[in-house]
């Protein structure tokens, strides 16, 4: 039985060579993590340290999956998932929140901006590859539609 068979909706490890991944945090520890896990998988990764350098990367880089801290200085990672999702061009496009505030007003308030899922930091490679995985197929289809 494959991957696919096993997880309708999922990508396998080897698809995640075409997918590209936007990081969005403001420490770099934090981003050179992400990046480590991501590339070692085969994303492509493009990062960004906060929500202003994000959205001037997200209309050139077409991102599949974006990751979004919370707590960033000048735009945090509300706004910025809301400002990505009121776009019709990338509404589709997963969002998820990355925060190392793991309370249920926080959730809520990531749902409300359009966030599709929550990730406690700190992350694990299986966490973060396991997302990826999800929401890379279900972006890729939506935006594949959208064109």
């Given amino acids: 039985m494959s991957q696919e068979q096993l997880n ?3 990508l396998s490890l080897e698809q995640l060579a075409s997918v590209k991944v936007m990081v969005i945090d403001d420490s770099n520890t934090i ?3 992400a990046e480590i896990f991501l ?14 350098d994000a959205l001037a990367k997200i209309s050139n880089e077409h991102p599949d999956v974006i990751f979004v ?19 019709a061009r990338y509404k589709s496009t997963p969002v998820i929140m990355l ?3 793991d309370g249920l007003f926080d959730r809520a308030r990531g749902r409300m901006v359009g966030s599709d899922q929550y990730l406690t930091k700190p992350f ?20 594949q ?3």
Avoid at 69 to 80: E, H
């Fill in 8 to 10: 309708p909706g999922k």
């Fill in 31 to 33: 981003r050179r993590s």
């Fill in 39 to 52: 590339k070692n998988s085969g994303c492509e990764v493009i990062l960004a340290e906060d929500g202003f």
């Fill in 69 to 87: 801290d919370i707590m960033m200085p000048r735009l945090d990672g509300y706004q910025t998932c809301s400002l990505i999702k009121r776009n």
């Fill in 99 to 101: 925060s190392s505030k």
């Fill in 124 to 143: 694990t490679q299986e966490t973060l590859l396991d997302a990826v995985q999800t929401y890379a197929a279900a972006g890729k289809a939506n935006q």
């Fill in 145 to 147: 539609e959208a064109e």
